[in-house]
């Protein structure tokens, strides 16, 4: 079974600094998709961002950007010049094309100082 | 206003009680699912449909059912089998290769 590791429960950052979330992941496959989705306090989930395993490039959306480590099974989140809005828990969710299910990761709580 | 529709928001059910939790889509979207999440973890699959009349038991079926009669519509009921059913239940559609998460709905057990 595909397992999500997300080392860190909880992280701080100040308002428009940098903070990154890390990710790790096991699978045997070598196509599949991975994304972040954000869960604010209202409980929606919310897609932040998404990777193709197939592309070398790094995904990019806004102030978002991932680091995709595909030997190392890593996918980390940048999230640059943070907002008192970006404050949520976050999950990781491989999506493996075995079962066409995405696996959650335990979350990472967000929070921001302003 | 196009997109998933959960409901109730908010349900409780007595102990031995089945209920039914509504997913409604308006998106023509032939994947459909339902995750569960409890306070502080991440989603759990419970079921899912890929086209109409079709639906697989994910990694936590049990004491739970659906069906998947209209393309729209995949009801999840959460039976008297389930023993621990307070949760956070969360329904989404797939076009493509992401998936898109309802509002959900809280079931507790009282």
């Known amino acids: 079974a595909q397992t999500v590791t997300q080392s860190q429960p909880e992280m701080s950052v100040q308002e428009a600094e940098t903070v990154t979330l890390s990710c790790t992941y096991d699978t045997s496959e070598s196509d599949y998709y991975l994304f972040w989705y954000k869960q604010p306090p209202s409980r929606q989930m919310i897609l932040v961002i998404r990777q193709e395993a197939y592309k070398q490039q790094n995904a990019t959306e806004n102030r978002f950007s991932v680091n995709f480590q595909k030997a190392a099974k890593s996918f980390s989140l940048k999230i640059s010049d943070s907002q008192l809005g970006d404050a949520a828990m976050y999950f990781c969710?491989?999506?493996?094309?075995?079962?066409?299910?995405?696996?959650f990761g335990a979350g990472t709580i967000l929070r921001v100082k302003s | 206003d196009g997109g998933i529709t959960q409901s109730p928001k908010y349900l409780f059910r007595k102990e031995g009680q089945n209920v039914t939790l509504s997913c409604e889509q308006n998106?023509?979207?032939?994947?459909m699912y339902w995750y569960r999440q409890d306070p502080g973890q991440g989603l759990r699959l419970i079921y899912y449909?890929?086209?109409?009349?079709?639906?697989q038991k994910g990694d936590i079926a049990e004491g739970y059912s659906v069906s998947r009669e209209k393309k729209e519509s995949f009801p999840l009921t959460v039976t008297s089998a389930q023993k621990n059913p307070t949760a956070f239940y969360l329904c989404a559609t797939q076009p493509g290769n992401t998936i898109y998460f309802g509002e959900g709905s809280w079931l507790t057990v009282v």
């Open positions: 969710a491989p999506r493996m094309e075995y079962g066409n299910k995405l696996v």
């Open positions: 998106l023509n979207h032939d994947a």
């Open positions: 449909s890929q086209i109409v009349n079709d639906f």
